[in-house]
C-alpha cells in the first residue's frame, strides 16, 4: 500500500475511535494536531508515516480516555499490520503514542523519543498552550465536574503520575500552573519554540485578567 493510502487509513481509523469524545480530545484536535505537524515538518526531516501516524493515533489508547489502554493499543497494531506497516513502524508509532503524555515527565526516568515522537509532542503540547488551551483546559475540567478555582488551593508540585491524575485535588485554574505554562520550555524543536512564545504570553495573560477579576480589582 502506498504511504498516502496508509495515512488516510489511519486518518479514518482515528477519527471512528475519536469524533465523539467530549473531553477536548476529539478530531477537532486531531487536525489541529496534524497542522501543527505540518509547520514542524518544513524545518525538521522526519518519517512522515511515524509522525503523520503517532499524530494521528496519539489519542487513541490515552488511559485517561480509554477504559482499556492495552486493548485499544492492540487494536491499532492489529489494524496498522492490516494496511501493510512492518512490525517495527507499528512498535514506533505505539511507542511513541504511549509515550508522549505529560504524565510520562513526572516519572523518575522519562522515556525518550525519536525525533518523529519529538515532532508529534510538540505538536499535541501546542494545542493544549494559547486561546485553545485556555478552551480546552476549561472545556475538560467542565467535563470531568471541577472546580474553577479556589484561592485556598495551591498548585501542586513534585508531582507522580497518580497526584497528578487525581482531579479531585487540582482546580481548572491550577492546572494551568501545574502543567500547561510548563509546556513552553518543554517544546523539543525550534518551530515549537518560537509558536509556543506567543501562546504562552496570551495564557499569562489570561491568568492575569482571570486573577484580578476574580478579586474584583480595577
Do not use: C
Not at 65 to 78: G, I, Q, R
Not at 83 to 91: A, G, H, P, R, V
Not at 156 to 176: A, G, P, Q, W
Not at 183 to 199: G, H, Q, S, V
Amino acid at each position: 500500500m502506498e504511504l498516502k493510502q496508509q495515512i488516510k487509513e489511519i486518518k479514518n481509523f482515528a477519527f471512528k475511535k475519536m469524533h465523539n469524545d467530549t473531553t477536548g480530545h476529539n478530531f477537532d484536535h486531531i487536525e489541529r494536531v496534524i497542522k501543527n505537524v505540518d509547520k514542524i515538518l518544513l524545518t525538521e526531516k522526519a518519517d512522515p508515516l511515524i509522525t503523520y501516524g503517532a499524530a494521528y493515533l496519539h489519542d487513541v489508547a490515552d488511559d485517561k480516555l480509554v477504559d482499556d489502554p492495552k486493548k485499544s493499543e492492540n487494536e491499532t497494531a492489529s489494524f496498522l499490520k492490516n494496511i501493510e506497516l512492518t512490525d517495527k513502524q507499528i512498535d514506533e508509532i505505539i511507542y511513541i503514542t504511549h509515550n508522549l503524555s505529560f504524565s510520562k515527565t513526572l516519572s523518575k526516568n522519562p522515556p525518550k523519543l525519536s525525533l518523529a515522537g519529538q515532532i508529534v509532542q510538540d505538536s499535541d503540547r501546542l494545542d493544549a498552550i494559547g486561546a485553545i488551551g485556555i478552551t480546552r483546559a476549561i472545556y475538560y475540567g467542565g467535563a470531568n465536574a471541577q472546580v474553577i478555582y479556589d484561592p485556598a488551593v495551591q498548585p501542586r508540585v513534585n508531582m507522580d503520575k497518580k497526584e497528578y491524575r487525581n482531579l479531585s485535588n487540582e482546580t481548572i485554574i491550577n492546572h494551568f500552573y501545574e502543567k500547561l505554562i510548563k509546556l513552553r520550555d518543554m517544546m523539543n524543536t525550534d518551530t515549537a519554540i518560537k509558536i509556543a512564545e506567543r501562546r504562552q504570553e496570551f495564557m499569562m495573560e489570561f491568568l492575569n485578567e482571570f486573577k484580578n477579576e476574580w478579586n474584583g480589582e480595577k
